[in-house]
């Protein structure tokens, strides 16, 4: 997708996120085998959300950078309309895209992927989803937060939990 006119938002510490005219956008930022269970791109009350992410992403250079544009999502997710158990599992669908390189069997399910479509799951796209579900769980069953940095906590330390990597540091 490419914006036809300046898109922002402008998070709680009053930052503006710019996402100008021509932005290129392909919400790709959730890995694609969790689309059915978190969201598909361009779709629902976090599109909007999705666009000003894309543009901080791409621009992103450091993980503190992109850290701050998981958050900034979440905001964005939760002022378009997201109930915060979804703005919630669409953070952790972000998050689980930033540390994708880092585990080698998420990263496996990336490799795996066709552009054919498919019948069933592959093993490697069952366990990414399996692991989401697993640090959901883990992460929803602390309660319900509207806080970016302590959410970002709980998922950096349920994401780190299944994956056996320490996501935390990165």
Known sequence: MELIGDFWFEDRAGREWHAPQGSKIDGASIPQPLWSTVGSPYTGSYRRASIVHDVACERAVTPDE???ADRMFFEACR???CDVAQATLLYMGVRMGAYWPAVPFWLAADKARTPEPKLRRSLEDKKLLADFEVAASHVLAQGKTDDPVLLEQRVDQALSLVS?????MR
């Open 66 to 68: 992109r850290r701050a």
């Open 79 to 81: 002022a378009g309309g």
């Open 164 to 168: 056996g990597v320490n996501l935390e």
